[in-house]
């Protein structure tokens, strides 16, 4: 079982950065895929930018530009680096994994969601 933390998250005034960051703990040794998605109060979840496995990053429109994904395998994490923030970014963040195990499964976990909150 591997469970995701989430951090980086808070209150930011429109045009302000924040990094978003999940940590993987217990075992995974490679992270096969992964994304960031967000859900706002009364909205549908969204993607906001994934990574899937042998591609580049893919962003929905709406950050094209201000987000970037990225990661660090050699500690089990993914970060999420979003400029210029909008009002209309807020949102609960929450991350996706793929984990790939030596016997070629893939199993996919979620975090608990951040809050970004953005001040116009």
């Known amino acids: 079982q591997v469970q995701l933390a989430e951090s980086g998250g808070g209150l930011v005034q429109a045009g302000g950065s924040l990094r978003l960051s999940c940590t993987a703990s217990?075992?995974?040794?490679?992270?096969?895929?992964m994304g960031w998605y967000r859900q706002a109060p009364g909205k549908q979840r969204e993607s906001v930018a994934v990574?899937?496995?042998?591609?580049?990053?893919i962003y929905a429109d709406s950050v094209k530009g201000r987000f970037n994904i990225s990661e660090d395998n050699t500690k089990n994490t993914v970060f999420l680096l979003m400029n210029s923030l909008k009002p209309e970014d807020t949102a609960v963040y929450y991350c996706?994994?793929?984990?790939?195990?030596?016997?070629?499964?893939?199993?996919?976990?979620w975090g608990q969601g951040t809050q970004v909150t953005v001040s116009s």
């Open positions: 217990g075992y995974c040794p490679d992270l096969f895929a």
């Open positions: 990574r899937p496995h042998g591609g580049g990053p």
């Open positions: 996706n994994i793929h984990c790939r195990y030596s016997d070629a499964t893939v199993y996919n976990y």
